[in-house]
């Protein structure tokens, strides 16, 4: 069924029945919004479609060098508008920045160019030292955004594991999980055959 039709039958916008789905967490298939964006784009009438370039297009320049087929000028001109050697862009952090990084869900410094590390292990190495391997820095409210010294303490992997098993939770939730897991699964086995 389509969204127009959804929106017919309950007689509001499509924007609501999109802004209702968004709401509830549904979402298109990964594959379906792939063709459906592909088909808008193949639209002769697309806005931009006569300056899009065609599969197989060459372009007029290729296999030729600068002084070819611009003038002195022009390639003078255009060195103004270059990237400089050592250019960096308008969002380069500096060293001892902190950032949020919310595929990971933690905070993170900036060591020197190219070098981050996690702003709580680097919290807690400042005030107490190396961390011994075999041991982690826990949240001790379980906040990830809560990054203070005091919020902090460290813990070895049998005592992670302890917190984090599914043991400490009352028996839906254990159920829920395992439900979970079990559709996972299935979707997973379903996908590969």
């Not at 960096?88 to 952090?93: E, L, S």
């Not at 919310?102 to 680097?122: A, L, Q």
């Not at 839906?172 to 996908?191: C, T």
Request: with cysteine; aromatic share 12%.
């Amino acid at each position: 069924m389509i969204s127009q039709d959804i929106a017919d039958k309950f007689g509001c916008s499509l924007y609501s029945i999109y802004n209702k789905a968004y709401s509830l967490g549904l979402e298109k298939d990964k594959e379906f919004m792939a063709n459906h964006f592909k088909g808008k784009a193949m639209d002769p009438n697309h806005g931009g479609r006569k300056y899009h370039f065609e599969k197989g297009h060459e372009p007029f320049n290729k296999g030729m060098k600068l002084d070819e087929y611009m003038s002195p000028e022009a390639i003078e001109k255009s060195k103004a508008t270059r990237f400089q050697s050592g250019h960096k862009p308008h969002n380069t952090g500096r060293d001892g920045e902190v950032r949020w990084r919310p595929n990971c869900g933690y905070y993170y410094i900036r060591i020197k160019e190219g070098h981050w590390m996690e702003y709580h292990r680097y919290l807690w190495e400042q005030k107490n030292g190396p961390i011994p391997k075999g041991y982690n820095i826990f949240f001790k409210d379980g906040n990830r955004r809560n990054c203070t010294i005091e919020n902090l303490e460290c813990i070895s992997n049998a005592e992670l594991a302890r917190r984090n098993t599914i043991h400490n939770y009352p028996s839906e939730v254990k159920d829920l999980f395992r439900l979970r897991s079990s559709l996972s699964k299935a979707i997973k086995k379903s996908e590969n055959i």
